[in-house]
């Protein structure tokens, strides 16, 4: 029926001829085949280039799958072996590997280097809350070889007084040591006298020489940033975080206890590693009571009188 | 005559590069620049930059481009390849210096002696690497510019039957000395990596793998780069792995600092030790990546002449991704030396 409407149509299959030779004269005429020669030449070295190129990538395909698995011939009867090969199952792999990866890092996985990232991110917190004008009180135990051990407590007062009670384990007390005058106090609650603690260092009394380092806000944040070698952090979960510094000179190392809520140090805890006998010996622990500062005019005694009168 | 005027213009060249070898040695001498001289960076990006730069061309196409630098004519074909070995040196040199501060600044992390202060003044110091990078690129910039500038000033006929008359050259996927150049690459880069983590710390050696090696990173990287390049589909020609080691690269080190940020709002500080240890880790296997694969791909395909140039992207790739890898370092550093403050 559609043969029969084709040859009977208006045009007829002699037209529809005629027309296509039209149209090839008509392309003839418009695209002339007048380039010039050395365009001609570069066109036709062009197409040997272009299927020399086909051949070759043919051949080369070939000649790789041939010796991909000319050593392992037993596998080409298996099927799973030229699925692994395939390109969708490299996008498939490809893929998973990105979610995996995602996944692992979202899980909180951690190396050794986010460790120390840790470490050194807490201490430099720490270090900023220590010398962000904090003041506070101490009391401190401290082992002696053979001996009993020794409890400092370290009281401010009032300004530029401070009292340093020095006595054994069952209380009975060996030495009270006062700190007066604007250049021996240790540690005040008004603001502006922090930067006397620097004379801490000039005491000379054996007593005070091992935890010298340790009474002052400002000789801890020194030490920190110039002694201490960060080891590891690790988050308790009653809101302290414990992170581990050790002292290389010294062969020990600290453990400071950390109060997150205020980043402040709470316990420091001094530990001798003794190698030769395999076990660790605690050389003392320092507890800290931080205060929030008071402006002096605060502790003048006519403010106390003003007080007393509201 | 033409033999007498090139030994003259060598001998220039090489009196130019001795006048600045005396400058430098002069500056070094003074010690007023003591803070900006560290011998085994310097040695890192020197060596691996010529590695790299034979790991893709053989001797004596290295000899040629010496011999073009120093104004021998030559076909504008031979210019182009000589122009492109120099267009690799600056490239080589610069990811070097980069992949130098990566290592340097994750290793100053990994060593805790000297306290905070050891720690940020050693994370300051990896920025050296860098510098060196960038000098021996600006030096190598200047052979590059005159060959550039040599071949724009030939008619555009040459060049055309350049393009017409060139044809692929089959070059051997792994050649011997190739295998030698990737050896002594991965030499210098333990060199790197494993001196100075050797039996520095109190708590004894630190393992390289520890710091360098963190899996989701390693994952995201690759992982990202596979699909990139077989999406793209030119995976046989290789062309691609340098754009998709830094694109992903790139979307890794993001993915980083939004978990950072993270971090900062939900103020934990191992959220951010996290984040920033997967930033570094990808910029690490990125510019590793495209250093030891990408790019001798890139040179491979250039100089079978399956393409007469390189790609633009890789071009950017190449120049923009370390770029931006040293400025994440920047933020990175100040992320870690800001702290977080509470209450």
């Not at chain 1, 951690?110 to 990232?117: C, D, G, M, T, V």
């Not at chain 2, 992390?109 to 300051?124: K, Q, Y």
């Not at chain 2, 590059?144 to 996927?173: C, H, M, T, Y």
């Not at chain 2, 039996?199 to 520890?210: C, L, N, R, T, V």
Request: contains cysteine; positive net charge.
């Amino acid at each position: 029926m559609s043969q029969r409407n084709r040859n009977n149509s208006p045009n007829g299959p002699d037209n529809g001829k005629a027309k296509g030779t039209h149209i090839n004269r008509l392309l003839k005429q418009t695209f002339k085949d007048d380039l010039p020669p050395y365009a001609e030449n570069a066109m036709k070295k062009q197409l040997v280039r272009f299927r020399t190129k086909m051949d070759q990538a043919e051949t080369d395909r070939t000649r790789a799958e041939s010796k991909a698995f000319r050593g392992i011939s037993y596998l080409r009867g298996i099927r799973w072996v030229h699925f692994l090969f395939k390109k969708e199952v490299f996008v498939v792999v490809s893929l998973l590997m990105i979610v995996l990866g995602g996944f692992i890092q979202s899980s909180g996985s951690s190396n050794k280097l986010a460790e120390n990232l840790s470490v050194l991110g807490t201490s430099v917190v720490v270090s900023s809350q220590m010398s962000r004008s904090q003041s506070m009180e101490c009391s401190i135990q401290m082992s002696r070889e053979n001996e009993k051990p020794l409890k400092y407590s370290i009281q401010w007062l009032s300004p530029n007084l401070s009292k340093i009670q020095v006595e054994e384990s069952d209380n009975t007390p060996l030495k009270t040591i006062w700190l007066s005058g604007e250049d021996m106090v240790i540690a005040d609650h008004v603001a502006d006298t922090l930067r006397k603690e620097r004379h801490l260092a000039q005491f000379s009394d054996p007593m005070l020489q091992p935890i010298v380092g340790y009474l002052a806000p400002k000789e801890l944040v020194e030490r920190m940033y110039g002694e201490w070698q960060l080891i590891q952090y690790q988050k308790e979960e009653c809101g302290l975080g414990i992170f581990t510094v050790a002292l290389p000179n010294e062969r020990a190392i600290l453990e400071v206890t950390v109060d997150l809520c205020t980043y402040l140090p709470v316990t420091i805890k001094k530990i001798l590693s003794a190698e030769e006998r395999d076990e660790e010996i605690l050389v003392f622990e320092v507890r800290y009571t931080w205060n929030i500062r008071l402006s002096p005019e605060l502790l003048s005694p006519q403010s106390i009188k003003e007080s007393q009168k509201a | 005559m033409t033999r007498t005027t090139n030994s003259k213009k060598i001998l220039v060249v090489f009196a130019r590069i001795l006048v600045v070898c005396c400058l430098v040695f002069a500056v070094i001498l003074s010690g007023k620049f003591t803070d900006l001289m560290s011998g085994p960076d310097f040695i890192f990006v020197l060596l691996g930059g010529v590695t790299l730069t034979l790991m893709s061309f053989s001797f004596k196409e290295i000899g040629l481009a010496l011999k073009h630098t120093s104004g021998r004519p030559d076909s504008a074909e031979e210019q182009r390849k000589s122009g492109y070995f120099w267009e690799t040196a600056v490239r080589n040199f610069w990811m070097m210096g980069v992949l130098g501060s990566v290592i340097s600044f994750v290793i100053a992390l990994g060593n805790s002696e000297g306290g905070i202060f050891g720690i940020a003044t050693r994370m300051s110091a990896s920025y050296l690497s860098a510098v060196y990078g960038m000098i021996f690129a600006v030096i190598c910039t200047v052979p590059a510019s005159k060959i550039s500038g040599i071949l724009n000033r030939q008619s555009k006929e040459e060049r055309q039957n350049v393009l017409e008359e060139s044809e692929d050259i089959n070059i051997p996927f792994l050649k011997f000395e190739t295998v030698i150049w990737y050896a002594l690459f991965i030499f210098v880069l333990g060199w790197a990596i494993f001196t100075p983590l050797m039996g520095m710390a109190f708590e004894g050696p630190i393992k390289p793998q520890d710091l360098f090696l963190h899996w989701p990173s390693l994952l995201v990287v690759l992982g990202g780069t596979i699909a990139i390049t077989f999406f793209v589909g030119n995976a046989a020609a290789g062309r691609f792995f340098t754009v998709g080691f830094a694109l992903t690269g790139f979307l890794a080190t993001l993915m980083g600092f939004v978990q950072a940020m993270f971090g900062f709002s939900s103020r934990g500080i191992q959220e951010i030790a996290a984040a920033i240890t997967f930033i570094l880790s990808s910029c690490f296997v990125a510019l590793l990546g495209m250093m030891l694969v990408g790019n001798p791909l890139e040179d491979r395909s250039v100089k079978a002449g399956r393409g007469q140039k390189p790609l633009t992207l890789s071009r950017i790739a190449w120049f923009v991704f370390p770029l931006v890898v040293l400025i994440l370092l920047f933020f990175t550093f100040i992320l870690i030396v800001t702290p977080i403050q509470k209450g």
